[in-house]
């Protein structure tokens, strides 16, 4: 079984950074993806950002020089460093992890992350 656990989100003002950090434990295949979503209030989740075992990343346009995604191998896990945040980045965070050998995803409970003056 597969669990993740999320940390590093909080209040931030506008122009600020977070760094938020995704920690898988259990059976982790080298073979994977690992994502942050985001849902907003009353808006659908949407992909933040995502990056490959190979190493390829794809971004959300909005967040593209602003967010950075990566991955710790080693320790199985995902953060997500994120500058100059506006107050649209508001929204619950969710760490994903697809394991590409069983086909399979797993999602964390979710971080909030506030932008606000």
């Known amino acids: 079984q597969v669990q993740l656990e999320e940390s590093g989100g909080g209040l931030v003002q506008p122009g600020g950074s977070l760094r938020l950090t995704c920690t898988a434990s259990?059976?982790?295949?080298?073979?994977?993806?690992m994502s942050w979503h985001r849902q907003a209030p009353g808006k659908q989740r949407e992909l933040v950002a995502r990056?490959?075992?190979?190493?390829?990343?794809e971004y959300l346009n909005s967040v593209k020089g602003r967010f950075t995604i990566s991955t710790e191998n080693a320790e199985n896990s995902v953060s997500l460093q994120m500058n100059r945040l506006k107050v649209e980045d508001t929204a619950v965070y969710y760490c994903?992890?697809?394991?590409?050998?069983?086909?399979?995803?797993?999602w964390g409970q979710g971080i909030q992350v506030a932008v606000s003056s």
């Open positions: 259990g059976s982790v295949s080298r073979l994977r993806t």
């Open positions: 990056m490959t075992s190979a190493g390829d990343t």
């Open positions: 994903q992890l697809f394991l590409s050998g069983i086909h399979r995803d797993f």
